[in-house]
């Protein structure tokens, strides 16, 4: 069985934004992490507080879970920022919600991206080792 030519690039693809999907995980989890210290020293932000080290926890778990090609942290990710977003968007003033909106699209977009690649690399890893059995074995 002849091996795809775009298998390689999807592969590449899958790849790429699983690479997104963590490096976001890691950029969102640090502001995160910078806005609860803030908060916990005097200066009320959105309403953090040290509750809110649980959450760095969390998405510092499920980003090292992306990196590690998991669908289901890819997932999971994906359904805490749609929830984390609708949560904190109302506590909003009215100046500051259509960059937020914006900036979490554009969150939104590059998460469920990262889904998308671990979906995709699975898929093709999967492919290749039913190619590879159907190779005959050269001696």
């Given at each position: 069985?002849?091996?795809?030519?775009?298998?390689?690039?999807?592969?590449?693809?899958?790849?790429?934004?699983?690479?997104?999907?963590?490096?976001?995980?890691?950029?969102?989890?640090?502001?995160?992490?910078?806005?609860?210290?803030?908060?916990?020293?005097?200066?009320?932000?959105?309403?953090?507080?040290?509750?809110?080290?649980?959450?760095?926890?969390?998405t510092?778990?499920?980003?090292?879970?992306?990196?590690?090609?998991?669908r289901?942290?890819?997932?999971?990710?994906?359904?805490?920022?749609?929830?984390?977003?609708?949560?904190?968007?109302p506590?909003?003033?009215?100046?500051?919600?259509?960059?937020?909106?914006?900036s979490?699209?554009?969150?939104?977009?590059?998460?469920?991206?990262?889904?998308?690649?671990?979906?995709?690399?699975?898929?093709?890893?999967?492919?290749?080792?039913?190619a590879?059995?159907?190779?005959?074995?050269?001696?």
């Open positions: 069985m002849e091996k795809n030519p775009g298998e390689g690039e999807a592969m590449a693809k899958a790849l790429k934004w699983i690479k997104a999907g963590w490096i976001l995980g890691i950029i969102s989890t640090l502001l995160t992490l910078a806005i609860t210290l803030y908060s916990m020293a005097g200066h009320n932000l959105l309403g953090f507080n040290a509750w809110y080290l649980i959450d760095v926890g969390f510092l778990g499920l980003t090292y879970g992306i990196y590690r090609r998991s289901a942290c890819a997932i999971i990710m994906l359904i805490y920022i749609i929830e984390s977003k609708v949560l904190i968007l506590r909003l003033d009215a100046a500051s919600l259509p960059s937020a909106i914006f979490s699209g554009i969150v939104i977009f590059f998460y469920s991206m990262a889904v998308w690649g671990t979906i995709s690399y699975h898929r093709l890893l999967k492919q290749q080792a039913a590879s059995k159907d190779l005959p074995e050269s001696s």
